[in-house]
């Protein structure tokens, strides 16, 4: 390391009680996306405490922070931090007020992000890198609690569900030319995350019968839950039309499904999620999706309305880890050197919104350890906060240098060598193309006998 970054090192080290106090902070006021006020105001307080200041409400609560003066010239790094957590309100660490808890490790992430704000902003740091930094939090990166976004997208608050994608739509990322992200995991210390993922579009069913007493006149009714039931396995037997390369995922639940026992259910709901390793492979399998749910309500004599909402794109592998690779060897040590890439070539199958980013610019991705558990599951738990926290700062704000000294030249190389897949105007073509509402009429016979 040169005297600056060793400068960085010292610096986080030094703040490393605040860093750990910021993140056991977050972890016990989780939030749901585009609600997460608290988190983002706790963000705003320490970009303000760094002589920054912030722009609020980007996509509800989304922030961004800028380490120099707007406008700067040279190429301007993302440095991104996620607020939201999941609903899982039997962790015993959820926050009462919410039901939610940081069983994702988004905690993390965003405290990495201060951490490394925390030394980036030091004047001489600041001094010896070209370009400019936006520290960024971002919410609703987890594809949940899709009620309430439905209901923001009614009220014309929101446009899409994902939070990424929300401020690529605003214009939050025009002026970002290359971006930085975090996430969690359990099985190392830290490395790197530089796989594709599958993208995805998120679907909301509804199933429209007609109520009947369920033991004396059933014949009467149209059973919505049976259309639900015939659905999934027209769904299930949809699979072998799946490509295996095209890692196609379709996984959901009912959401509603009836009332009493003794009644014919006439309004049953269902969520499903269609992923695929391609654009082109999950809005394939979406369609096919769409016939199995048409099907079923034909065969059932119910009345079946669609709802689809863009979710996120398939991740883009970047062809430069290398700023990223010496950053890490730097931070091996003896007690921090399980390492496990999951660099170009690995593919991931489930989804995140830094694809949509990276569908548009480089992503440099890393993860860091420091939990226990399964991730999304309520036996999780941080296990090691130096890890989880500190030595995520040191790997955002070292790479961000390295990045960025000597006039940004290794960010410039990454840029000048990346091939978006799309531009903004073609990625907001995509994404509308996929907010679509089909609605298909009950067809009910006569009853028999009336």
Request: glycine share 10%.
């Amino acid at each position: 390391m040169d005297r600056i970054e060793q400068k960085i090192c010292d610096i986080i080290d030094s703040k490393k009680d605040e860093i750990i106090a910021f993140g056991r902070d977050i972890f016990c006021h989780a939030e749901l996306g585009y609600k997460e006020k608290r988190t983002s105001g706790k963000f705003v307080e320490e970009m303000e405490k760094l002589g920054m200041s912030p722009e609020t409400g980007y996509a509800i609560t989304g922030v961004k922070s800028y380490l120099k003066p707007k406008g700067t010239e040279g190429p301007t790094l993302a440095v991104i931090g996620e607020m939201d957590a999941l609903p899982i309100p039997n962790h015993p660490d959820s926050w009462s007020e919410t039901g939610a808890a940081h069983c994702c490790g988004h905690n993390a992430q965003l405290t990495g992000v201060v951490g490394a704000a925390m030394a980036l902003a030091d004047p001489e740091v600041a001094a010896a890198m070209g370009g400019n930094l936006c520290f960024m939090a971002v919410p609703a990166e987890e594809y949940v609690d899709v009620a309430y976004r439905t209901g923001l997208m009614k009220e014309g608050k929101i446009r899409y569900g994902g939070g990424k994608c929300e401020l690529i739509r605003v214009g939050a990322f025009d002026d970002i030319d290359i971006a930085m992200g975090h996430h969690t995991f359990t099985n190392g210390d830290f490395g790197i995350y530089n796989s594709s993922s599958n993208g995805f579009v998120n679907k909301t069913v509804t199933f429209k019968g007609r109520a009947a007493h369920a033991a004396g006149s059933p014949n009467e009714g149209i059973d919505a839950l049976n259309a639900a039931t015939a659905a999934m396995v027209n769904i299930a037997l949809q699979q072998e039309s799946f490509r295996d390369e095209d890692t196609v995922r379709v996984h959901g639940f009912i959401s509603a499904g009836g009332t009493a026992v003794n009644v014919i259910a006439d309004n049953v709901t269902m969520e499903y999620s269609v992923r695929g390793k391609t654009a082109e492979a999950f809005k394939d399998a979406s369609l096919k999706v769409d016939r199995s749910l048409k099907a079923a309500a034909m065969a059932t004599g119910c009345g079946v309305t669609i709802e689809t909402l863009p979710g996120y794109m398939p991740g883009v592998s970047n062809p430069h880890e290398e700023v990223l690779d010496s950053v890490l060897k730097d931070l091996t040590d003896d007690k921090y050197n399980k390492r496990q890439d999951m660099g170009a070539g690995f593919h991931m199958t489930g989804s995140d919104d830094f694809g949509d980013v990276a569908t548009l610019m480089p992503l440099i991705h890393f993860y860091t350890g420091g939990y226990t558990g399964s991730l999304h599951n309520p036996d999780i738990r941080v296990t090691d906060e130096y890890l989880a926290y500190v030595v995520t700062a040191k790997i955002f704000a070292l790479t961000a240098y390295r990045l960025m000294k000597d006039g940004a030249a290794k960010a410039k190389e990454n840029i000048a060598d990346y091939k978006p897949n799309m531009t903004k105007e073609e990625y907001l073509a995509f994404m509308e193309s996929m907010l679509t509402t089909e609605v298909v009429d009950p067809t009910p016979l006569p009853i028999v006998g009336k």
